[in-house]
């Protein structure tokens, strides 16, 4: 028994240790370093980022700064001395209707703290309004708001101080305010801008430049002189807004008696009477409104869009639109897949390095077809090669090329370049014509940015 041991023992072959430089560690740090690089690739190259081609039109494109025209009329004053403005900016006065007054003591700085403690909160309502409103829309850039803002606060102010002499004075003269009255009805703004009659047969493309536009607050004045302007007076509710049209534009728009538009400060739409006038070069459109004036009295330059709606089909993405050139084949060289017509047949010459002639099929897809061409991608053929005419001698050098304009559909996986036709567009977005033959279909998969893809792969 003890000797059975002692064989067994003897037969126990101890294995030296191995490297572990094998050729499986080594296949598996290949395949390891292949998924390295690859994910490395993949994480720093641009990716491709689809878009659904979607039906739809271009809705509220029309975008433009327009000049406000309204009845406008600067009052001046009739005597010199300080001045002080009781009637808030924006506000409708009627006839007799204190506005200001020159030579007075001004409410506003001659009011004691007790008298201001008399005010319950409801009479610092506006001042609130005021004060929020411009803290919203403060700034930096536009520091003349702040001027402004100073102005408002302190008519607003003199309002509250002087509301009882306004009840029982409208003509004038209390409690030391010789108060100038209006003259007519009208809305009550406080700045000039050398536009007050400005008609549209005056306004060129020049007109529309706010570089050397600039508008005087009236406020800001502590004394006038006699004859100086102290307010103006918007007479009407009717005003009209000018904007600069294009060529195209105005063409599109020349049949339109009527237009919806927008306000871009608050979004509020509203019809108007439109009509287009041509000034020498330039197509100035106009709308006639009787809404907002006092919304937007203090404002020569406002922001509008046309809610006009263009052309409808499928809509994309700018960014989407790539241009490829293509060769040009005669519909008389070409053979067609009977059960798929964007595919054709072509009979193909060119020559081996040895100059001999050597004839093959190729099939091709059809990015274009008029009723004499077809037009195929340039990898098939080399300049010069020729396509053979089916039966006979015909041959047809292939050497001329078109530029077509499209995206890259990638429904299935890859790019296929597909050719569209612009009918409408904008600065974001296009529509093209929907149901062409090689074109595309709503829902199809197009490739959002076309820069970042080539054709054998999808990224650059």
């Known amino acids: 028994m003890e000797e059975q041991r002692e064989k067994r023992k003897r037969k126990v072959v101890r294995l030296q240790g191995g490297s572990i430089f094998n050729i499986g560690t080594i296949m598996f740090g290949i395949i390891l370093l292949y998924i390295l690089i690859y994910l490395v690739m993949y994480l720093t190259s641009d990716k491709i980022i689809a878009y659904e081609v979607t039906a739809g039109s271009l809705s509220g494109n029309y975008r433009y700064t327009a000049i406000a025209l309204r009845d406008e009329s600067l009052v001046t004053c009739s005597e010199a001395g300080p001045i002080s403005y009781y009637a808030r900016e924006g506000s409708k006065v009627g006839v007799g209707n204190g506005i200001y007054s020159v030579g007075t003591v001004n409410l506003a700085s001659s009011t004691s703290d007790a008298e201001l403690a008399e005010l319950d909160n409801d009479s610092y309502s506006d001042l609130r309004s005021i004060a929020a409103t411009f803290s919203g829309n403060y700034l930096p850039s536009a520091f003349q708001n702040v001027y402004d803002f100073k102005a408002d606060a302190q008519t607003a102010m003199i309002e509250l101080l002087s509301k009882k002499v306004m009840d029982s004075a409208q003509q004038g003269i209390s409690a030391g305010l010789n108060l100038v009255p209006a003259d007519r009805d009208g809305l009550v703004v406080y700045s000039m801008d050398g536009m007050e009659d400005l008609a549209v047969e005056d306004i060129t493309a020049a007109s529309f ?17 006699a004859g100086d302007v102290v307010y103006k007076l918007i007479t009407s509710e ?8 294009d060529k195209k534009t105005a063409m599109e728009l020349s049949d339109q008696n009527s237009i919806r538009f927008r ?9 108007a009477d439109f009509s287009i006038l041509q000034n020498g070069a330039d197509y100035i ?17 406002v922001d509008i869009e046309l809610l006009t709606s263009r052309q409808t089909g499928l809509k994309i993405p700018n960014s989407a639109i790539a241009e490829k050139v293509f060769y040009r084949i005669p519909v008389d060289f070409v053979t067609v897949n009977e059960q ?10 060119t020559y081996d390095t040895d100059g001999s002639a050597v004839t093959k099929m190729v099939t091709a897809t059809v990015y274009d077809k008029t009723d004499t061409d077809y037009y195929v991608d340039t990898s098939l053929f080399q300049e010069g090669d020729y396509v053979l005419m089916k039966n006979t001698s015909g041959r047809f050098q292939v050497s001329d090329t078109k530029s077509l304009i499209g995206v890259y559909n990638i429904n299935k996986g890859y790019p296929v370049f597909r050719e569209i036709t612009i009918i409408d567009e904008n600065e974001e977005y296009c529509i093209v014509q929907s149901n062409s033959d090689y074109g595309l279909a709503q829902y199809d998969q197009i490739a959002l940015d076309a820069s970042a893809v080539k054709e054998d792969g999808m990224e650059e």
Request: aromatic share 10%.
């Open 263 to 271: 306000f871009m400060q608050d979004g509020s739409a509203f019809n």
């Open 209 to 225: 430049s706010r570089k050397n536009y600039k508008r005087e607050n009236l406020r800001l004045k502590e004394s006038v002189k």
């Open 285 to 301: 459109g106009k709308l006639d409104i009787s809404n907002s004036v006092v919304r937007f009295a203090e404002e020569r330059y």
């Open 340 to 349: 798929n017509e964007d595919e054709i047949l072509l009979r193909k010459e």
């Open 238 to 245: 009717e005003w009209s807004l000018a904007i600069l049209l």
